[in-house]
């Protein structure tokens, strides 16, 4: 498709145990956006990626989360020794060099993530 | 730092009634605001930005630097509005990081 692609859609895993959420962002696309939403809150900022720059990780809550992108193309969210608290869904966004500047971000249906 | 405050978590109206959401920021650059929204079962999408001055689905939105707000503004909702709003602020100095607002659920009643 030409949208935003997200995986897993759903998540269920134990405390403690690693996870990793996979973003494919669109075709050319240069700035690739990871967000939280945890249930009744905002969008909560975690990482930008913007093209070889490097990446602003100021959202990122803790040494436990990290994020890689190979190029211009996919990013995995890692969360390691997950915790309650990181039940959220996790949205990926992308946005072409012009889009950027313009605001107009693309969003995925998000990953579900439930911590037990 | 940015920061955008929308104090409103939830916002309930009457359909053909007016409807204000009302969004507040906080930017030491020159910024650049948006409202995107989300409908029920939707992706998050991009509903206006500023610079543009347009109307879509009726709905426009000010900068007031003076006040540093951007209040998204209807005369006549539509239950069809009902959804979360969320503002958003970037700007040159963040590197055009996009920093969202907490949203306000706005529900439209028949």
């Known amino acids: 498709g030409a949208g935003v692609s997200q995986s897993p859609s759903n998540k269920v895993t134990e405390k403690g145990k690693d996870v990793e959420l996979r973003c494919d962002p669109i075709s050319g696309h240069t700035a690739l956006y990871w967000y939280r939403q945890r249930l009744g809150q905002g969008l909560e900022f975690l990482i930008y990626?913007?093209?070889?720059?490097?990446?602003?990780k100021s959202g990122l809550p803790s040494d436990r989360f990290s994020a890689e992108r190979t190029g211009e193309s996919v990013s995995t969210l890692t969360i390691q020794r997950t915790q309650q608290e990181d039940s959220a869904v996790y949205l990926c966004?992308?946005?072409?060099?012009?889009?950027?500047?313009?605001?107009?971000?693309?969003f995925g249906e998000g990953s579900r993530l439930t911590v037990l | 730092a940015q920061r955008v405050t929308q104090p409103e978590k939830l916002l309930s109206v009457f359909k053909g009634a007016p409807v204000e959401l009302k969004c507040n920021y906080s930017?030491?650059?020159?910024?650049?605001l948006f409202w995107y929204v989300q409908y029920s079962r939707q992706r998050l999408q991009l509903l206006l930005r500023h610079i543009s001055r347009e109307s879509i689905k009726g709905f426009t939105a000010d900068l007031n630097k003076g006040e540093t707000s951007f209040h998204l503004k209807k005369p006549f909702a539509q239950e069809e509005d009902s959804a979360m709003y969320y503002c958003?602020?970037?700007?040159?100095?963040?590197?055009?990081?996009?920093?969202f607002g907490k949203g306000t659920l706005l529900t439209v009643n028949p």
């Open positions: 966004a992308s946005s072409s060099e012009v889009g950027v500047s313009t605001g107009e971000l693309f």
């Open positions: 958003a602020l970037t700007g040159v100095g963040s590197n055009y990081k996009l920093t």
């Open positions: 930017y030491s650059g020159s910024p650049e």
């Open positions: 990626f913007q093209g070889n720059s490097a990446p602003d």
